[in-house]
């Protein structure tokens, strides 16, 4: 006996002592559920089932009689161990299925469905890829070049599936991290002969610098057990000092959550600051990347053989590097693996080899998203010595120092490193693509506005030249070379000249060729609205209007009808005005 109610979804079961096939014919028929029993699928079942789902109910009925239960498609079907074992042994199930990859490498996706995949199994994947752009001793990373990645798999239906699901959730678009690197030099005098000390420069209260800073209430200055002080407490916010550590070796190593730019001030007003790069990076999580702002030295080398020697020319790449890689971490935070290099270089006189002298440091660090990154405490030194003398007199044994003088002068610089990483999201990121264009259009149509008339009409014609030269050789040879060249510089003259007629039909015929659909210039627009005009004044005096306007250019369309002057009209009446004319 068995009875079943259902709520919201959910049902309730009761079953005393009843056959496993009725218990299934009830469930399939009161909700509409395919369910197929093996020949196994038999014995007695008692059960009182409260706020559960359908599957759920089918999942406690077929393990209380030693059954299992598999969906295929739209169907269940419930059988042995033994029975579903030899299904899914069966080899003529096996199905193939090609997997198309956006983000994840062949190998890499192989490597993660291996385990839902059963023994018999067999899998092919695309070519692996060779490294990208070298940077460096190093490799950029990346896949070899192939039409697509691709992982093939022949394996049972459900393996197939439990292998698509864990593909969807691994195949995702990878994060991205912009980090803006500013790389200061800053000359250091006999007050800053041991380097900038940041922790007195970040007491500043960048605030100040941008707005005055108001009477009331008084700055309360924190201090910690040794006195010193650690942050200053203003109506606005706090100031902390105290958040640069300095290593043995004189490095300094600081998290900065001022703008970058009152930073730059306030060290301006310390010394002076140049500013010797300033570059955006985008790059992929867990990518490396590099800037370098230097020279390459060089120098020749030379292979010697029993038989041959050969020379060739190798580069010494010297100057400020700065090599990092971002790792987005959960909760907004980028852990940053930061080298920064200052590097000089000369070639030996004597032995023709290259010397490198370098000051360089590779660090982890954990920031978060927004913040700036201090790297300090890389030193650069240029020596420079001068001798003058006045001459004759300067050499005059015992006396010439009297007439001798000498300038010996060492500049010393401190490279500071600032970076700021910014996690990109793809909807900030396509903003950021929209935010471009539109400035780049803008700074297009101020270019456009700022033209003379004879300027523009000059650059007009010079496009048109050679956009008609390009067009009539399309014309005779039917080149795509020579298509694309009057489409590039069709273009442009509409772009300088938008209302040029002459560069608008040639852009229409051009735009055919290319894609079939043709251009609907300005002109055209602007002729049908007045046709449209002047059909609603007709219109609001009941006169009839005529057919669609000639256009100014246009010829008059030659009609049958159409009578000579020397004709007679046919009707019989003499027209006032001929005879008039007659006269």
């Known amino acids: 006996m068995s009875a079943v109610s259902a709520n919201k979804g959910k049902i309730e079961l009761h079953i005393k002592n009843d056959d496993l096939p009725n218990v299934l014919e009830l469930l399939s028929q009161q909700y509409q559920i395919n369910i197929i029993a093996g020949k196994g699928a038999t014995g007695k079942v008692s059960a009182d089932l409260y706020n559960v789902t359908v599957e759920e109910a089918l999942a406690a009925v077929c393990r209380a009689t030693n059954l299992q239960w598999v969906r295929e498609g739209n169907c269940i079907y419930v059988h042995t161990a033994d029975e579903l074992a030899a299904i899914k042994g069966n080899e003529s199930r096996l199905v193939n299925e090609v997997f198309y990859l956006n983000y994840l490498t062949s190998d890499e996706a192989l490597k993660v469905i291996m385990p839902v995949l059963s023994k018999k199994a067999v899998t092919a994947v695309t070519t692996g890829a060779e490294a990208g752009i070298p940077s460096g001793a190093e490799e950029v990373g990346g896949d070899n070049y192939a039409m697509c990645d691709a992982l093939i798999v022949r394996d049972f239906p459900e393996n197939i599936e439990e292998a698509r699901k864990i593909l969807e959730r691994m195949d995702k678009r990878p994060r991205q991290v912009l980090v803006e690197a500013t790389i200061l030099s800053v000359t250091l005098d006999d007050s800053t002969s041991l380097g900038i000390n940041f922790n007195a420069l970040a007491g500043v209260d960048f605030r100040d610098i941008a707005a005055p800073q108001p009477t009331t209430p008084p700055a309360t200055i924190q201090t910690n057990a040794a006195g010193t002080a650690r942050a200053q407490s203003h109506p606005w916010g706090t100031a902390y000092t105290a958040g640069f550590a300095t290593a043995g070796n004189g490095l300094n190593i600081g998290v900065m959550t001022n703008n970058v730019s009152f930073f730059i001030n306030a060290l301006e007003d310390v010394t002076d600051t140049t500013v010797l790069s300033n570059p955006k990076v985008l790059t992929l999580n867990k990518q490396p990347a590099e800037v ?117 002068d060492t500049l010393r610089h401190e490279i500071i ?79 300088v000249a938008p209302n040029n007629l002459k560069a608008l039909r040639l852009k229409d015929k051009v735009l055919t060729a290319r894609t079939g659909k043709p251009y609907a210039p300005p002109d055209l627009t602007v002729w049908d609205s007045i046709q449209t005009r002047m059909r609603a004044v007709d219109k609001a005096k009941g006169i009839e209007s005529p057919g669609p306007l000639r256009r100014p250019e246009e010829a008059p369309p030659a009609s049958q009808e159409t009578q000579t002057k020397d004709e007679a009209p046919a009707t019989g009446k003499v027209n006032p005005k001929e005879t008039d004319r007659a006269n």
Not at 460 to 479: F, I, L, P
Request: with cysteine.
């Open 417 to 495: 490193v600032l970076l700021t990483p910014h996690i990109i999201e793809d909807n900030e990121l396509d903003a950021v693509g929209k935010a471009t264009l539109a400035e780049a259009k803008r700074r297009c149509l101020g270019l456009r506005e700022g033209f003379s008339f004879f300027a523009r009409e000059r650059i007009t014609v010079g496009h048109m030249q050679k956009a008609n030269e390009a067009w009539q050789r399309y014309e005779q040879t039917g080149s795509p070379k020579d298509l694309d060249d009057a489409w590039w510089n069709v273009s442009l003259a509409c772009n």
């Open 292 to 408: 370098i702002v230097g020279q390459e030295i060089g120098y020749i080398t030379t292979t010697v053989s029993e038989t041959t020697a050969v020379q060739a020319v190798d580069f010494l790449e010297v100057g400020t590097q700065l090599r990092f890689r971002p790792f987005i971490t959960d909760k907004g935070y980028v852990r940053l693996e930061v080298h920064p290099e200052i590097s000089t270089g000369v070639i030996n006189p004597l032995t023709e080899v290259p010397d490198k002298t370098t000051t360089e440091v590779t660090c982890n660090i954990l920031v978060k998203d927004g913040e700036t990154v201090v790297i300090g405490g890389l030193f650069d030194e240029t020596a420079s010595i001068g001798r003058s003398q006045v001459p004759g007199l300067g050499n005059i044994p015992g006396l010439g120092w009297l007439f001798r003088s000498k300038d010996d």
